[in-house]
């Protein structure tokens, strides 16, 4: 029997756009401030924890459900001594984006950021634990399991409809943008972020500033979240850590798995096995 403390994670290759962790026991839980590719939303079943979102630090426990945006930088830690347990769901933004039209709920063809970071409400909380639960079981089968996580879904979002009406996540446009779009297609390539300044005509120091001021994250730091991200993708596939961590960058295993273990709070044989 697996312990306690060990994240469980849930993936179904039928319903590859949704991925699920339960942590039973997560007091020693210790996360670096990381992003996903996914919308991400989890609920906290006991304890309490500071969730750093961005730049905005909010204190949640249980009953608390919590959102997090494609790339949007975040963490969330236990507070000392406290009891800490949780679900966290990954959706793949293309098909929560094409769902939600399919529903009527959004009228965008490309995904938009949702507003709120933190929603205290009992019933959606109560049928998120439950939607978990039902994923998490061996009799229900893959068409169960999309009816009942579409069903909720859409009743959250019919929730976040109403509390975002009013607000508008438009961003003007940045060119550090284009500094990440660099890093995210070469993140496997081992520029100097000097070089990388100069290229695209800054000091480094300016530009570890400023994108850590934007993304909060340094460059590097930003280039090895990526790096990360690929890992995950192919240690679903079921290749070997070594493998997975020299082909997305890292020169040793040990590497690998100490900067994996930072971001996902779990080791990249724990996340394989899931």
């Keep these: 029997m ?11 290759e039928h319903l590859p756009f949704v991925e699920l962790r339960q942590v039973l026991d997560g007091r020693l839980v210790s996360y670096a401030p990381h992003s996903h590719e996914t919308w991400s939303i989890g609920a906290i079943l006991a304890g309490q924890s500071e ?7 909010h204190a949640v426990q249980k009953g608390h459900l919590v959102m997090m945006n494609p790339e949007e930088v975040h963490a969330c830690n236990p507070l000392q001594d ?40 009992e019933r959606l909380y109560e049928g998120f634990v439950c939607l978990c639960g039902q994923l998490m079981r061996d009799d229900l089968s893959h068409k169960e399991k999309q009816q009942s996580l579409v069903r909720w879904l859409c009743s959250l979002f019919c929730r976040l409809n109403q509390s975002e009406a009013s607000r508008s996540t438009s961003l003007p446009h ?101």
């Design 2 to 12: 697996k312990p306690s403390t060990h994240p469980i994670f849930w993936r179904d």
């Design 51 to 57: 969730f750093l979102c961005v730049n905005r630090l």
């Design 82 to 121: 406290s009891p800490w347990a949780y679900y966290m769901m990954h959706l793949d933004k293309d098909w929560l984006t094409s769902m939600l039209s399919d529903h009527q709920l959004r009228d965008q063809s490309e995904w938009q950021n949702t507003c709120l970071d933190t929603l205290l409400d």
């Design 174 to 274: 940045n060119p550090l943008y284009h500094v990440a779009n660099y890093l995210n297609e070469h993140c496997l390539d081992e520029t100097p972020i000097a070089e990388i300044s100069q290229k695209f005509g800054y000091s480094t120091s300016y530009l570890v500033r400023s994108f850590k001021r934007h993304f909060y994250l340094t460059p590097h730091a930003y280039r090895l979240n990526r790096r990360v991200q690929l890992g995950q993708k192919a240690l679903k596939t079921g290749q070997s850590i070594v493998n997975v961590a020299h082909s997305v960058g890292f020169n040793d295993q040990a590497h690998f798995q100490r900067v994996f273990k930072q971001r996902v709070a779990a080791t990249p044989d724990q996340y394989r096995r899931s």
